[in-house]
């Protein structure tokens, strides 16, 4: 979010589903949309279909290469070097669209100089791409008429993952790919509703509707709304860093609902150390899940259908939830378990139903502020949606962008090498990612007939690589990195490259995340899970 919070001023995805439809070039990167995002991966394949062009970078042969017009197969951790090229390219040949900068972007002459540098040789070497393909990728998605960018965590999950974001913001507003549909840059999120919890104010430095609480002003409304006493002005921590101030003992309580880190989270060995390091847990979840499973207290939450409520979707699309069925046993809807909790410590809440707390998110909240569920009920709606009259915002930044100014300004960025990188102990580099049987930490898809496909873990590695250790299909191999070791089927296949492997990370009893570093991106605190120095042998 920061990546597209600097350079246009909201860090959401930019355009609806619908304007799929509308691209001419598509140009997905870090995203294996298929499986992470099959229904929009459909949408391209139609797309694609119907005569738009399609550009895919990825250092896996994803499904959606076999589709490609310019399929780019870059070294890990290049990103921000291949965008650079794709720029220079489009300076070089003037392809760029100088009369949208001109009108709607400031610090040009700070992309041009800094990219001047990364020629299609230069950038061939560090990525390992044919100059060639670098050119066809630019003059591609330069000429349109109408090119949209779509990338998932491929693209955030580097120590260099806000620099990659504002790489390709930066490309789009070279050749002025905002602001009406089937343009845009889009990133896709991981989960149904992460756009919602971030919406809501689930990260450490704002509020609802990403109010920053450093705001004097902002805290003050925020206090007289939430009947509060003066709100704390300093952010708070970030996922990783909260496991860090865990294991050293400066973090004593931790709440955790609907998130499984002891799967999903970098250096598994490390977080079940904070995890238990704590001197009280609280987990609110679905299942027992190994999180839980640790934890002093679990309470049990009621599902997706067996709740109201609303989600917002990739698209910040807000959509009601209607309950289907009662929850079983003592679970219960999540805003019920926090009225009854916060009401314990003293509070004053008088929710009576999920309506009531959509209410009051809308009061506070200044891009929600025209919902309400009797709207919603007709229809959903994109934020921002100011007013009760208003048709919500399928597209941004049409005439103006979300800066103070009004205008986007270019975030130019040089490459830079990895935190980590194979070397003669450590030969291979591992990355991990997700399938499509199976969702997140695998507690729900593993408890399902589609997870059935899928049972363990398996790990791609190349035929080449399988041939030199003497490794047939199905053999145990084992990937062992600085943090720790584990063990899966081998599964030869050309979809990666020579010198790397491929973990899914949804199977607890072989957990990816042993061999993941909690290593993060200094501007958003993302872990950098993409890029793992390991050695690769028989099990």
Known sequence: MKGLGETFGSGAMTNDFKSIKEADVLFVVGSNTTETHPVIGSWIKERKADGAKLIVCDPRKIELAKY?????????????????????????????????????????????????????????????????????????????????????????????????????????LLCGMLGRPGTGVNPLRGQNNVQGACDMGALPNVFTGYQKVENADVRSRMSGLWKCGELPAAPGLTLVKMMEAAGTGDLKCLYIMGENPMVTDPDTNHVRHALENLEFLVVQDIFLTETAQLADVVLPAACWAEKEGTYTNTTRTVQRVRKAVEAPGEARSDWEILTDLAN????????????????????????????????????????????????????????????????????????????????????????????????????????????????????????????????????????????????????????????????????????????????????????????????????
């Open 68 to 172: 490609a017009d310019v399929y780019i197969r870059h070294n890990s951790g290049s990103d921000v070097a291949l965008v650079n090229g794709m720029m220079h390219v489009i300076l070089r040949d003037n392809l760029h669209n100088a009369a949208f900068i001109d009108e709607r972007v400031e610090n040009f002459e700070a992309l041009r100089k800094v990219v001047e540098e990364y020629t299609p040789e230069k950038t061939s070497e560090i990525t390992g791409v044919p100059a060639e393909l670098i050119e066809a990728a630019a003059r591609t998605y330069a000429a349109g008429p109408n090119s949209a960018i779509f990338y998932t965590m491929g693209i955030t999950q580097h120590q260099s993952g806000t620099d990659n974001v504002r790489s390709l913001a930066n490309l789009a």
């Open 344 to 539: 314990r410590l003293g509070a004053a809440w008088e929710f009576k139903s999920a309506s009531e707390v959509f209410d009051a998110i809308a009061a506070c909240t200044p891009s929600y502020a025209g919902m309400s569920h009797e709207r919603l009920d007709e229809g959903p709606l994109s934020w921002p949606c100011p007013a009760v009259d208003h048709p919500g915002t399928p597209n941004l930044h049409v005439g103006r962008f979300s800066r103070p100014n009004g205008k986007a300004t270019f975030v130019p960025c040089e490459w830079k090498e990895p935190h980590e990188w194979p070397d003669e102990e450590f030969p291979f580099l591992a990355t991990t990612g997700r399938i499509l049987y199976h969702y997140h930490s695998g507690s729900m898809s593993r408890r399902s007939a589609p997870g059935e496909f899928v049972r363990e873990l398996f790990i791609e590695i190349n035929p080449k690589d399988a041939e030199a250790l003497h490794v047939e299909e199905d053999a145990m191999i084992r990937v062992t990195s600085r943090r720790g070791s584990v063990s899966g089927k081998a599964k030869i296949t050309d979809r990666v490259p020579p010198k790397m492997v491929f973990l899914p990370f949804h199977f607890a009893e072989a957990g990816a995340n042993v061999l993941t570093a909690a290593v993060i991106d200094p501007d958003s605190e993302t872990p950098a899970y993409k890029i793992n120095a390991v050695k690769v042998e028989t099990a």
